[in-house]
């Protein structure tokens, strides 16, 4: 299942601690009404089953929209919820196995942190990639040095896949993600973190909205 154009656009990534419990799927569709392209779900305080159940939650509360969720990392939560597909780091296993294990019609994220490893994705069975952390970011403790957005660019160059940029990223980065030639940008604080995550995600493409 190929991605189609402008999915990656804008591509939220959820976070347990800024998009809680019964919250959360009100979160994500104010989101995607707001112009989120596509969901990850993540968190990792929760099992297999945790996943699951917010995955289908979301899957269920954003039929009819056409945008696409992914789990991220846990496989068999991505086969089991029913999700559009999984999301895997460096550090996840093989990508090929995660490959073989989803099957041809699911989607397949894959993280690079360098110009080394996306040439070494190029061939993974990987639909696109995520390229970061662009900048810092306070979401996630354990991330690599900060690429910036030169980096970024180098990076999208040696890809020759779709690419979504990720890392301390809000709607006054679209015009330099661009210019990088990224496909688009994931977010986490810059919309969950946000007490209208309708209006933060517009923000970010106000072109496009009506």
């Known amino acids: 299942m190929g991605l189609m154009q402008g999915e990656l656009q804008l591509y939220l990534v959820t976070d ?13 569709r104010a989101a995607v009404a707001g112009g989120v392209t596509m969901v990850q779900i993540r ?16 899957i269920t509360a954003l039929v009819g929209t056409g945008v696409r969720v992914v789990v991220n990392d846990d496989l068999e939560a991505a086969i089991t919820s029913g999700a559009d597909g999984a999301h895997i780091g460096q550090d996840d296993g093989d990508p090929r196995a995660a490959r073989a294990r989803l099957g ?18 190029r061939d ?27 980096g970024l660019a180098a990076m999208v160059a040696a890809s020759g896949l779709p690419t979504v940029a990720i890392g301390g990223l809000n709607a006054s980065h679209v015009d330099g993600v661009r210019a990088a030639g990224a496909d688009g940008l994931a977010v986490v604080s810059a919309i969950c973190g946000t007490p209208d995550p309708r209006a933060a995600a517009a923000a970010f493409y106000p072109e496009v909205r009506p």
């Open 43 to 58: 968190d990792k305080r929760v099992g297999t089953a945790g996943l699951v159940e917010q995955t289908r939650a979301v």
């Open 124 to 150: 993974s069975g990987a639909d696109y990639l995520g390229l970061g952390p662009v900048f810092a970011t306070a979401t996630k403790s354990d991330h690599k040095t900060p690429i910036g957005l030169d």
């Open 16 to 28: 347990p601690m800024l998009c809680p419990g019964p919250t959360l799927v009100e979160q994500v």
């Open 104 to 121: 041809p019609g699911k989607i397949l994220g894959l993280s690079c942190e360098s110009e080394t490893l996306v040439r070494a994705a």
